[in-house]
Every structure is written in structure tokens, then in C-alpha cells.
């Protein structure tokens, strides 16, 4: 295993300290684990949090900051954090007026924040919670019961957070969640596995040729392992798993979202792929992002979300943020 660490036991809080070093518009509690925005909250206006295992960066602390998430919770590698983390996260946001939590639908994530929510409702703070279950791969895998949340949290925090910021209620907030969700879907694969690195070797094996469809961002199995093909070959896999569930037709949004370990070259050609494929079955790729947004650590691989737009998920999408891994309009 080569990562540049100091100890496996000391990655999360070692990098946590790194993010407090680079981001000085973020306020992060080391030891604690828990990432908000400098500065508290904003009376009146719905709080966000969300949270998972690390090893998934920039998911979740990269997104903390105006126009999408108010706090994040990491976990340990491939890990859910703990009740506790996501209480401290929920009573650090909440200005209010409420606060949603994005769940990924992990077992874990679920049982965590649910178990947070009552504890924050203990405390008269209104939670919501949303889970994300975009992943048409599998209807269940070694972490889930019923589809996994992937790609689609990305779009879920910022176009929420958007409505957030305009001050809407939580339940308007809610709602433009859940549709964001109900209006996406996502498949992965991978060409190589990662290594967590507590257990200083890789989660599976793939063969020289091999590639996994459907893959999890935890390295979970995916529909079936497969022969190497040309990336054509491979969007098409992805795309018509996705088409399957969810008709291609209108205004798009497209996410083609490295593994961790996937140059950009690549990336962009695969895009390419995905977007010939969409626009070639009626729909249009109205907006788009390709880069590494919700990562597996250090697997080569790519992820596809497509999400089904409607003028007014197209405004919120555009309106200004201002994250350390998603900036524009301000």
C-alpha cells in the first residue's frame, strides 16, 4: 500500500486539520469531526446537513458553504459517523427555521441521522430528513436496503441549498429534495479497486481485462464483472441501465464523475460518449459537470448521473455557490 499518510488511524482527523488549514470560510471541529461554515447560522433560513464515510471527497465537507450545504459529518473511511457528530451538526446549523438532513441511502447513514433527528427533535430543533437512492445498478448490495444514494446527492445539496439560501421553508426545501431525487438516476464502473487504508490492501480483485459494472463507492459489487471495452461500449452500458428507469427525453443534467483515480482526459472523453448517446435518444444536455465530485479513494472508474430538469431546478442549479469544490456566479 502506498498513500501518503502518517498512520491509517490518523487519516481523518489529520485531513480534517488540512481542510481547516486550506479553507478559512469553513469552521471545523477536529476532534469532533464535524464541518460547518464560519460564522454560525443565519437566523430564518433552513439549515442543510449531510454526512457519510470519508474517502468520498469532496462528498461531503467540499460542499459546506453558500448556496448548498451549512455543515458536514465524515465518518471513518467507508464509514457512517455517529449520531452524535450529526446532532453537534444539526444544533451548530440550525438558525431557526429548521434543518434538512441528505442521507445517502447507506443502512448506517439511515439509522444514524434518524437517530440524530429524534435527539435534535428532543431538543426542539425541526428535522427533516431526505435519503438519496438514485443507483439503478442494484435493488440491494452489502450496505443498503433498496437502492444506494450516489450522484445524485451532489445535486440534491446544491439545488436544496439554493432554495435554502432564498429562504424558503423546510418543507418547500424538503420537497425540492425529493424531487431533485425522484428525477435522477446513476450508474458506476469501475476498472480497479481502492484500498481503505485500515486494511492496507484492495477490496477486490479485478482482472487486467476485467471491469466491474455497477460498482458501489464503497467497492461494493455491482450487476456483473465484465471484459474491458471501449468507452462507447461503456457509457452505453451505464446509459441504457439508466434509460431503462428513467426516460432520456428534455432538458438534462449530467454528471460524469470520476472514482478518484481516473485522469480528466478520460473523463472528458467519456462525457463525450454520454452525451452523444443522450442527445442521439432526444434529450439535451443543458448542464453538466465532469471531474471528481463523489469519490472511492483511489479507484479507477467513472460514475454517470442524468437528471431529468425543469426550468425551475434549472434556476436553482445556476444560482450562485460557493464551496470549495463547486463555485460559480458570485
Sequence with gaps: MKKLINSPETVVTEALAGVAAAHPSLSVDVE??????????????????????????????????????????????????VP????????????GAGVLHVVKNYTGDVLNFQMAAEMAGDEGIEVVSVVTNDDVAVEDSLYTAGRRGTGATVFVEKIAGALAEEGADLAAVAAVAREVNE??????????????PAAGKPTFELG???????IGIHGEPGRTRATLTPAKELAAVALDAISADLPIGGD????????GGTPLIELYLMFN????????RGGHVARNLVGNYITSLEMQGFSVT???LTDELTRLWDAPVDTPALRWGR
Design 32 to 81: 469532533n469531526k464535524v464541518i460547518t461554515r464560519a460564522g454560525g447560522p443565519r437566523p430564518g433560513k433552513v439549515g442543510l446537513v449531510s454526512g457519510g464515510g470519508s474517502g468520498h471527497e469532496p462528498l461531503h465537507g467540499g460542499f459546506v458553504g453558500y448556496g448548498m450545504l451549512d455543515a458536514a459529518c465524515p465518518g471513518e473511511v467507508f464509514t457512517s459517523p
Design 84 to 95: 452524535d457528530q450529526m446532532l453537534a451538526a444539526t444544533k451548530a446549523v440550525d438558525g
Design 183 to 196: 428525477r435522477s438516476r446513476s450508474f458506476g464502473v469501475a476498472l480497479t479497486s481502492c484500498v481503505v
Design 208 to 214: 487486467e481485462a476485467e471491469v466491474e459494472l455497477g
Design 252 to 259: 438534462l443534467l449530467v454528471m460524469v464523475n470520476g472514482m
Design 273 to 280: 460518449e454520454v452525451r452523444k448517446y443522450l442527445e442521439g
Design 306 to 308: 442524468v437528471g431529468r
